[in-house]
């Protein structure tokens, strides 16, 4: 792999990761931009405890422009993107209308390939395995910054997720905080660690969930499953059978494996619903332990987090989608329509040839 960074015209930072280490990025930003304005603040809840980052500039942001108008291609005689080059293999920036920005963090955009049709799942294994090589990279990066407390690789996948843009590709958000999802994790491992006097609670449910009926594949570093109590209709949790607290903790082997259980993984996600279905949308999230201290979750250290990916869709069935209404909205408890044994006998159903 190979990395470039350079500067766009605005000042924001543009990373090029290549197959290719002979690769020249030299092309130069030639839009007239003025320096980005961002107006991000962190506001903290006082009767739930998490945090709000509250970004009205985002209201301008770019939204649904045509195939020949995609900020995400490569630039190409006088229709200028954000990419200044005319071709790029991934290639990662920082957004321009960021939700985080400053000392509330930073946003940045991933652009898996330079087709504009393309998808993850349609990658080719070296491609893949050159985003994955990228998340790590730009973990390792972000994780140095005074204002980044966590950090979180994600693809938001189709337009029923609210995508706006329908290049494939994916963020990254850098919080200066712990977010209140992965807060809630450390409480039970801690609680978890306390009860059993010392057991690892991931390693307890992964243990419990590759011995169970709802695993959908398994590699000989990797394993993904439907997890026991799934809040999604289709939900797969893709673990490394070695625990480790980042995706800068993946040993050679896992790296290699990933896009070969991962790619597969997507490809069945679009095989759910038939054939004649349009793509599966979909939320692909990594879950990595917080590069801040942990003093709140007593005796929990990063060690003890495993690096996880999940992947979800709302799609309920054929032509309908699942909306978070009032229990999901209003308390945050999740009703499935989908019992998880049977999301993972069908996600084993459809298995590509």
């Known amino acids: 792999m190979k990395k470039t960074s350079t500067r766009l015209a605005d000042g924001r930072e543009l990373i090029y990761y290549d197959l290719a280490d002979d690769t020249v990025r030299d092309a130069v930003d030639r839009r007239p931009l003025d320096a980005t304005v961002t107006t991000s603040e962190i506001r903290r809840d006082p009767l739930l405890g998490d945090s709000v980052a509250i970004a009205s500039h985002r209201q301008g942001r770019t939204y649904h422009p045509p195939a ?5 291609c490569p630039s190409e005689g006088d229709r200028l993107s954000e990419i200044p080059d005319a071709s790029y293999d991934v290639v990662v920036f920082e957004n321009r209308f960021p939700s985080l920005a400053g000392d509330s963090g930073r946003c940045e955009v991933v652009c898996f390939t330079s087709d504009h049709n393309a998808s993850f799942g349609g990658l080719s294994e070296r491609q893949a395995r050159l985003v994955l090589d990228a998340w790590t990279d730009r973990t390792s990066e972000l994780s140095h910054l005074p204002s980044v407390e966590q950090v979180f690789c994600f693809e938001n996948r189709g337009a029923e ?5 329908q290049h494939p590709h994916g963020q990254i958000y850098a919080y200066p905080f712990t977010t209140p999802r992965t807060a809630l994790m450390l409480r039970q491992v801690a609680a978890h660690k306390e009860a059993t006097g010392g057991e690892n609670l991931f390693d307890a449910v992964l243990e419990r969930e590759m011995a169970d009926e709802r695993v ?10 439907v997890p026991y109590a799934a809040h ?10 070695r625990r480790v607290p980042d995706l800068l903790g993946l040993d050679e082997a896992a790296r290699t494996e990933f896009p070969q259980v991962y790619l597969e993984l997507l490809r069945r996600f679009d095989r759910i619903f038939g054939e004649n279905e349009p793509p599966t949308p979909y939320i692909a999230a990594w879950h ?11 005796g929990v250290t990063r060690d003890d987090f495993a690096l996880h990916l999940e992947l979800f869709t709302i799609r309920r069935t054929s032509g309908k989608l699942k909306f978070l209404a ?6 945050n408890v999740f009703i499935n329509d989908v019992p998880p044994e049977r999301a993972a006998e069908r996600l084993r159903e459809v298995a590509s040839s």
């Not at 997720?161 to 843009?165: H, R």
């Not at 009032?326 to 308390?331: A, I, P």
Request: glycine residues 10%; hydrophobic residues 40%; negative net charge.
């Open 326 to 331: 009032g229990s999901e909205s209003g308390m």
């Open 288 to 298: 990595q332990a917080p590069f801040g201290a942990l003093d709140e979750f007593d």
């Open 161 to 165: 997720i609210g995508v706006t843009l």
């Open 232 to 241: 999604w209709p289709y939900e797969v949790h893709l673990y490394p059978k």
């Open 216 to 225: 959908v594949l398994e590699g000989e570093h990797w394993v993904a499953f």
């Open 68 to 72: 020949d108008e995609c900020p995400l």
